[in-house]
């Protein structure tokens, strides 16, 4: 069943950004929960970001029809680059991250940052949604990183979730 077209505004984007929000300061308890399965089935486990970003398309698609991956962005310095998933109907790209021994505190910093110049050149984004799976607590204060990054400034609105926080 396809869920209704969502408005230009107003209370329906509200509700869908909700939903979004919610999905993923949770989402490390879903996959915490795939872990533990019903008759000694092998746990699904998540062992690097396709896996993050299938569990999460899989989970958008509860709320929205139209999910549109791999969608190109302008580039930066010389880099053409494609974000993971956009809604049209929101304006909306998001970013998926999944921290590694190679993805932590200041590397993750800086992709963010060159992420969040990129989406801001796009005519068809008002929003980018960065989420950012650290399992293993790899990013030295989470928080911080959110609360430098997180802006809402000439129509652009940036949204960092780190999850989990430990």
């Known amino acids: 069943m396809d869920t209704p077209p969502l408005p230009a505004s107003g209370q329906g984007n509200v509700e869908h950004l909700d939903f979004l929000r919610n999905l993923l300061l949770n989402f ?57 998933f956009y809604l049209p109907a929101l304006k909306t790209f998001i970013e998926v991250k999944k921290t590694r021994d190679t993805l932590r505190t200041k590397e993750l910093s800086d992709q963010l940052i060159i992420d969040i110049t990129r989406y801001r050149a796009h005519p068809g984004c008002s929003r980018l949604i960065c989420f950012v799976y650290d399992p293993d607590g790899l990013i030295q204060n989470p928080a911080g990183i959110e609360s430098d990054l997180n802006s809402d400034s000439d129509g652009f609105e940036v949204l960092v979730v780190i999850q989990p926080q430990r």
Do not use: N, W
């Not at 896996?51 to 791999?70: G, W, Y």
């Open 28 to 84: 490390h308890q879903f996959a915490m929960q795939l872990r533990h399965r019903h008759g000694q089935r092998d746990p699904v486990t998540i062992e690097d970001e396709y896996d993050v970003q299938d569990l999460l398309h899989a989970l958008l698609r509860l709320k929205f029809t139209d999910i549109r991956p791999e969608e190109y962005v302008p580039s930066y310095a010389s880099k053409c680059s494609r974000t993971d």
